[in-house]
């Protein structure tokens, strides 16, 4: 082989091998997650009706900063009041929980990875409070966590300065087309009764940004969580370029 091919065949090696470590080091492999369910009823009771405490949360070995915020947002969804002590630990949370239930009431925590794309894991989070009423409460959350910080992205962390107002101008797109695609926007009463607000629950999924928003907010409790959906395109100008998915 001649030292012109062989420099060649050397060139074209060193070029795909650094393509392929641009490449690995944009697409982190996915983080594996541990899953750790419980399932546990007040002692010394019998019966279906006992109180019951119900928790499904993760564990990431190689993102310990993770785990400890999955635990704190699971704990804030348990706080029915702002002035509320929050528990040290979701083992405390569920002795306390079943040392004072009555009968028929209920606690379900849920925490699961709903993505993972480019530096981000989405996670999802779920809880449901039954304390014997007509129905039980259900809340909904998400965290978008960053691999290469070490930290959740906020709203604040996702937008261009002085982009607030751009961004809920186009949620409140989102949220027109659903009430069209539900059949609710010629409905004078709903919209009256039911008109746009602003949510916490906003998740930098792969495809689009989603917005999760809790029973009684937008629609009554029937309608369950609505969740809107915002295509990347029309983000331009709002989210800062490192959020579209494929840039970070």
């Not at 002035?83 to 925490?111: H, I, K």
């Not at 695609?181 to 989603?210: C, I, M, Y």
């Not at 009684?216 to 409790?221: E, T």
């Amino acid at each position: 082989m001649s030292l012109l091919k062989l420099a060649s065949l050397t060139c074209i090696a060193l070029t795909l091998g650094a393509c392929q470590s641009v490449f690995q080091a944009s697409a982190p492999k996915p983080l594996v997650p541990v899953p750790d369910a419980s399932e546990q009823v007040k002692a010394g009771c019998s019966g279906d009706d006992c109180p019951l405490v119900n928790i499904e949360t993760l564990h990431f070995a190689d993102a310990p900063n993770l785990d400890a915020l999955i635990e704190k947002r699971l704990l804030q969804m348990t706080q029915n009041s702002p002035d509320a002590v929050l528990p040290t630990s979701l083992e405390a949370y569920r002795e306390q929980f079943l040392r004072t239930a009555d009968r028929r009431n209920s606690t379900y925590l849920q925490a699961k990875v709903r993505e993972q794309h480019d530096d981000l894991v989405i996670i999802e989070l779920s809880s449901y409070l039954d304390t014997g009423g007509a129905h039980g409460m259900p809340g909904r959350g998400f965290i978008n966590y960053s691999r290469k910080t070490q930290q959740q992205v906020t709203l604040q962390d996702m937008l261009l300065p002085g982009k607030e107002q751009a961004f809920w101008g186009a949620v409140k797109v989102a949220h027109n087309n659903w009430l069209i695609d539900a059949g609710r926007s010629s409905d004078a009463e709903f919209v009256k009764n039911w008109p746009f607000q602003k949510t916490p629950h906003v998740a930098l999924l792969k495809d689009n940004v989603a917005l999760k928003y809790d029973v009684y907010s937008i629609a009554p409790y029937s309608d369950g969580h609505i969740e809107l959906k915002i295509p990347y395109s029309r983000l331009n100008g709002i989210l800062k370029p490192e959020w579209f998915p494929g840039r970070g």
